[in-house]
């Protein structure tokens, strides 16, 4: 089946890793004090939380907030992978990631503090770091 007949597939609105793409695009951590990731790195259903932590430490999302405070507590007791955000105003916001998509993920945090689910599609010029 050519590429274009599967975008138009009864169903089928976005492509999963473009989607991904787009919230990362999205992340601006701005309005976060701190996150707190508890994992345990052979449970099986932990794929999006590792994909949350990698996206949050990219060079890019990290300016956007460089007094973030990222800490992560590798277990091995087989318990689903969690994190907790701390916002301004003392908020915390609590995820149980258990095989939920990176991208429904990373949506709904951008979502939570404020900001745009996606971000704009399209070439952006490069950062200079």
Known sequence: MCQMWQKIRYGVRWNPAERLALGIRALDLQKVKSIDISMDPLYEGNHSIRTFWH????????????????????????????????????????????????????????RLIGNPEAGKAGTRPRINI
């Not at 973030?68 to 105003?89: C, E, H, Y």
């Not at 916001?93 to 709904?108: G, H, Q, Y």
Request: glycine share 4%; charged share 25%.
């Open 55 to 110: 996206a949050v430490m990219t060079p890019r999302v990290r300016m956007t907030n460089p007094t973030l405070k990222v800490k992560t507590n590798l277990t091995n007791d087989r318990r689903p992978p969690s994190f907790v955000a701390t916002i301004d105003g003392g908020k915390k916001l609590r995820f149980e990631t258990d095989k939920m998509p990176p991208a429904d993920l990373i949506s709904t945090f951008n």
